[in-house]
């Protein structure tokens, strides 16, 4: 199956700063990608899909402010959580899909964010 | 809404087969049925997914009733490293909407 990638794996941050993650997709090219959210015990949810060159379609709920997604390559889609709060803390992945190959979405290991 | 219903837990011993059940008995004609599995504190792992036919690959079997309002996950010959949380999906649109998905403890 396809690689992705994240970067970092896991960080630690103060609340009220800002951090940012990156998805990679490394042996293919992602025309669109996702971005979920898992708390503690919960099955994943869908933040936002971001295809390439456009703006990000985020799911209702999801501060658009707050969640910053940019997708500006193939291979590359960025989620900034601005001035974090505890509450942000959680496990965010990313997945890649290529059409019109497939519909498959491959996942990324996930990012595990806490917030101090 | 995730629209499937899987049990939320399940049970198989090493080297038997692990028959994970889903009913999607809603199911649109154009809507595929996807499994992916996670691991503790990894991503989702894709696993296989069917439209009408069964399918089977190198990791599992996928039956699908012949009115497609029900499939099973079979994986033939469980390990240890099956241990893990079984998503079954309907996908035909961009969006995967995962549910609480199946349990799988997999015992010596």
């Known amino acids: 199956g396809a690689v992705v990638s994240q970067h970092p794996s896991r960080v630690i941050c103060k609340s009220g700063t800002s951090v940012k993650i990156e998805c990679r997709s490394l042996d293919f090219q992602a025309t669109t990608m996702f971005w979920y959210r898992q708390f503690p015990k919960k099955s994943l949810m869908l933040m936002a899909t971001?295809?390439?060159?456009?703006?990000?379609?985020?799911e209702q709920g999801v501060e658009k402010d707050k969640f910053l997604i940019n997708h500006a390559s193939l291979t590359l889609s960025t989620l900034t959580v601005t001035s974090a709060h505890p509450e942000d803390s959680s496990f965010y992945i990313c997945s890649a899909r290529v059409l019109p190959l497939t519909d498959t979405q491959y996942f990324g290991p996930g990012t595990r964010l806490t917030v101090l | 809404d995730a629209k499937t219903t899987q049990p939320t837990s399940m049970d198989c011993a090493e080297g038997r087969a692990a028959n994970l059940p889903c009913n999607h008995s809603t199911i649109s004609g154009n809507e595929y049925v996807y499994w992916y599995r996670q691991i503790h504190s990894q991503g989702p792992q894709y696993i296989i997914h069917g439209l009408k036919n069964n399918e089977t690959n190198e990791m599992a079997s996928l039956i699908i009733t012949e009115d497609r309002k029900s499939s099973t996950l079979i994986l033939p010959h469980a390990t240890l490293r099956d241990t893990a949380v079984y998503y079954c999906i309907r996908y035909n649109t961009d969006k995967l909407i995962f549910g609480t998905g199946t349990r799988l403890q997999v015992f010596p």
């Open positions: 971001s295809n390439e060159g456009s703006k990000a379609t985020y």
